[in-house]
């Protein structure tokens, strides 16, 4: 069975604002003649110019070590604009006509690192806050490899789309206001073939990564992307990962099966809402070999039954 790997965010670190704008005032004084706005741009429109994960990677590094030499008030100056300039292009990327879906946007793998880069930023970051973001970043990208073999198309990730949403308008849930992404790199994943982001400030909105496979013929990408559904789902019905959907334990043991750790049931989940997509017609091919295709419509009709109930209330 396809495993992916969950991840939420760490708590986001409090500053005190009030004190930057102290020493910010202080420095002000003793920096404004040395200080460049426009070289000091450039740090951050080279973040922008770069397309691939190692660029942007390289970029953010040099950003980093240049602001954390900056005098306080350029510090915030500069790491304002990167703020407002992440913020207006991550934007214009969600207005993108290609491959939305209702309200899911298909990230193509140029625009994907930086739509990461924004997930790893606080919105109303401070300095101390788009720092430690970065750095974050720069973990992340660590993770990432040379694509090993072929990644899902995005013509294969709408006919997944179209088969969740015409039965069970699972689009309808997961996505109702704010956007879902599903970002499509360019590489491959040292651990994962995907994974599903889930939001750490109350949002029910899921974020989507499909990397390169890293294994050939084992996994298949189909049923892969909409394992990651499955867990958007669950998250959007629940609100908390940690809550599994209403009935899910009772439709277990009515078919004796007994899961122990939350994290099997999470991903359970996440698979029996893969089968109950795949079970719509011209996708039953995609069932991964392992998994009796008898046992299917019985996962297909548990699933509507939540998403009925969800939607009728
Ligand atoms: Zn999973």
């Known amino acids: 069975m396809a495993r992916c790997k969950l991840f939420i965010k760490p708590l986001k670190i409090q500053t005190n604002k009030d004190y930057y704008f102290k020493k910010a005032t202080v420095s002000y004084i003793k920096n404004i003649e040395t200080f460049n706005k426009e070289n000091a741009s450039e740090y951050v429109y080279s973040i922008f110019e770069s397309g691939s994960i190692d660029e942007i990677k390289t970029a953010i590094t040099k950003f980093i070590t240049f602001v954390d030499n900056l005098e306080n008030i350029y510090m915030w100056w500069l790491c304002q604009l990167f703020k407002d300039t992440l913020t207006k292009q991550t934007a214009a990327y969600s207005t993108l006509p290609c491959g939305t879906k209702n309200n899911v946007i298909i990230v193509p793998p140029e625009h994907s690192p930086i739509i990461l880069l924004y997930s790893c930023l606080s919105v109303n970051g401070n300095p101390i806050d ?54 499509c790199f360019n590489n491959s994943h040292t651990e994962h073939n995907s994974q599903c982001g889930i939001p ?24 892969i992307f909409a394992h990651e559904l499955g867990h958007a789902l669950h998250l959007a019905l629940t609100g908390n990962i940690n809550i599994i959907p209403n009935g899910f334990d009772e439709f277990n043991k009515s078919m004796d099966i007994n899961f122990e750790k939350l994290q099997e049931k999470q991903e359970a989940f996440a698979d029996a809402v893969a089968l109950a997509i795949l079970n719509t017609s011209g996708l039953r091919l995609h069932f991964p070999t392992e998994h009796s295709k008898d046992m299917s419509p019985y996962f297909a009709k548990h699933i509507k039954t939540i998403t009925d109930k969800f939607l009728s209330v």
């Open 130 to 183: 788009i720092i430690n973001g970065s750095k974050k970043f720069i973990v992340r990208c660590d993770e990432f490899v040379s694509p090993i073999y072929d990644a899902i198309t995005v013509a294969e990730i709408n006919r997944v789309l179209n088969a969740a949403q015409k039965t069970y308008r699972i689009l309808d849930i997961i996505a109702p206001t704010k956007p879902m992404y599903i970002l």
């Open 200 to 223: 750490y400030n109350g949002t029910r909105t899921a974020t989507i990564f499909l990397f390169h496979l890293k294994e050939n013929g084992i996994c298949n990408r189909i049923f």
